[in-house]
């Protein structure tokens, strides 16, 4: 998979996720530092879901309710 | 060679404890702030580390864990060998081995003794967080195990075992990585369906079961029987506590986690330090929920020190495969060899070439048998493949990259592999560094061996400067 480094707009830090992930852009991503869920501002929103997951159901993605 | 004969972990690991050079801590050990892994980085080695049975876990409610944890299973290669049943260094030899003990495939049987439900946690005392998570390497995106997933073709009654990281989301939760091989179909089937697939997570069982999880295996072969195969003996299995019949569980397992993969739902998970020796970056992965957690008394948990040898080692099953694969379609073929530290997707073949074309057989062999491998290099028998720079010194006189260079697009990859976009396809190559058929090889420059023993060292006297 090729790799993404997105910053935490709450902690500053870096994180490395799935490009495709980041590509999707509506989906949050989850700080691996802070635990901080935020949607990447720069994402070019050019992927769907059903392409990065290769399913052929409609997919909804799911959080823990401690989300921050 | 003869299997290893089954018994639980703990047996295995008493049985072989002087044999593996286990050692065990005793002290209080938080692995979900990296204790655990910070101990085993500094007792590994180029050969690997020692087993590491730690005793006295904190779990994610700051409590002492039921379960203990056994790090570096596979780490040795010796020990590797001992969860065959194998007794050599030698990774060629479990190589060769592992094919005919895997070949002996054995029925399940059902027993009324489970030791794994001695204690079954269901319903609302069900928490995740009496569970010792841990995190492995820098970057990691949560805690995590990497147990064995065990689940039932929609429709079926084959099982597939598959070996696969595991993120703590809350109580009742987890998120786990699943590459697109029988596990991924499994869930799609069911997916499709609209249902749920039931699967049991096996933390902790004798090291030959999870070595069952790693084999390249036909589809139309259930895993419980290869199990069976490696573990020298029938798998024992019983209904689950959740789904009763409709999944058998290895009933001589340490813990399971009964759940499910629901249908339709992702998670975002990861990162998590991969056999890639990188970290697989977070993603959209699936999601469990649990419905059961069940144990035996003093449970150890089978854990991989992640990226490291023990986490390498652990794909023995899968090198058997390629090697299996290769001489299937070419039995002049030797060895593969298949870099531990560096080469997750490159192998390379040796063979007693003897008809042009041989070396892209083999080689085609290998990448059709999984979608692990995209490059293959292809050598000569008298290279040793388990020395880089002996294949080098192939690659660099024996091949004129016009002819022997083949280059392959719209291959599928591995979703871990850093070059390659997800679900997209990937390119690979093959190097055909054999001689020629009716070449005539040039003289390797070396003394005559009996110049060597004519004129032995210990005859001269050698001064220093």
């Not at chain 1, 910053?7 to 802070?34: A, F, M, N, Q, W």
């Not at chain 2, 949560?142 to 070996?163: E, V």
Request: glycine share 8%; charged share 20%.
């Amino acid at each position: 998979m090729h790799i993404k480094e997105v910053t935490c707009p709450r902690c500053g830090k870096i994180s490395v996720v799935d490009g495709g992930l980041y590509e999707i852009g509506t989906i949050r991503l989850r700080c691996t530092h802070c635990g901080f869920y935020f949607e990447p501002p720069d994402s070019p929103r050019s992927k769907t879901v059903a392409q990065v997951t290769n399913a052929n159901v409609p997919i909804t993605i799911w959080e823990p309710e401690e989300t921050a | 060679m003869s299997p290893a004969t089954a018994s639980s972990l703990g047996d295995w690991l008493e049985k072989h404890s002087t044999a593996t050079g286990l050692l065990t801590v005793e002290d209080p050990v938080d692995p979900g702030v990296y204790e655990a892994t910070a101990i085993l980085a500094q007792l590994e080695t180029p050969s690997g580390g020692p087993p590491v049975l730690f005793a006295n876990l904190r779990n994610l409610s700051g409590e002492r864990s039921p379960a203990r944890m056994l790090f570096n299973t596979y780490s040795k290669r010796r020990s590797v060998g001992l969860a065959l049943g194998v007794e050599t260094d030698t990774w060629n030899d479990l190589l060769e081995a592992l094919p005919q003990i895997s070949a002996n495939l054995q029925k399940p049987i059902e027993t009324a003794d489970v030791p794994v439900q001695d204690t079954v946690i269901q319903g609302d005392d069900l928490d995740l967080r009496i569970l010792p998570w841990t995190r492995h390497v820098e970057m990691e995106g949560g805690l995590y195990f990497t147990p064995i997933l065990a689940a039932k073709q929609p429709g079926s009654d084959r099982y597939n075992l598959s070996w696969n990281r595991v993120t703590y989301l809350d109580p009742i939760h987890a998120g786990v990585h699943i590459s697109p091989r029988q596990l991924w179909s499994f869930q799609r089937e069911a997916e499709q369906a609209g249902d749920d697939l039931p699967v049991a997570m096996v933390l902790g069982h004798h090291p030959a079961f999870n070595l069952a999880a790693a084999a390249l295996t036909a589809i139309q072969i259930d895993e419980y029987h290869v199990a069976g195969a490696l573990m020298g003996e029938p798998l024992q299995v019983a209904p689950s506590a959740r789904f009763g019949e409709d999944l058998m569980v290895p009933a001589g397992a340490e813990m399971i986690i009964e759940g499910r993969l629901i249908a339709a739902h992702r998670v975002v998970e990861g990162p998590f330090g991969e056999y890639m020796r990188y970290l697989g970056p977070q993603k959209l992965s699936h999601l469990f929920e649990a419905d059961a957690i069940t144990f035996r008394p003093e449970p150890i948990i089978l854990e991989i020190f992640a990226g490291h040898r023990d986490h390498l080692n652990a794909h023995v099953s899968i090198h058997a495969s390629l090697l299996a694969a290769a001489r299937t379609a070419v039995p002049q073929v030797t060895r593969v060899g298949w870099f531990q530290g560096g080469g997750p997707t490159t192998a390379v073949v040796a063979l007693d070439k003897s008809a042009d074309g041989q070396p892209m057989r083999a080689a085609m062999a290998i990448l059709s048998a999984g979608n692990l491998i995209k490059q293959v290099i292809v050598v000569d028998d008298d290279i040793d493949v388990f020395d880089a720079q002996s294949v080098m010194w192939a690659i660099s006189t024996r091949v004129r990259a016009d002819e022997d260079v083949i280059m392959l697009k719209g291959l599928q990859g591995s979703l871990l592999d850093p070059s390659h976009p997800g679900f997209g396809t990937t390119a690979g190559f093959v190097i055909d560094a054999t001689w020629r058929v009716g070449q005539t090889r040039p003289p390797v420059a070396r003394v005559p061996e009996a110049a060597v023993s004519q004129f032995p060292l210990d005859a001269y006297t050698l001064k220093e400067a």
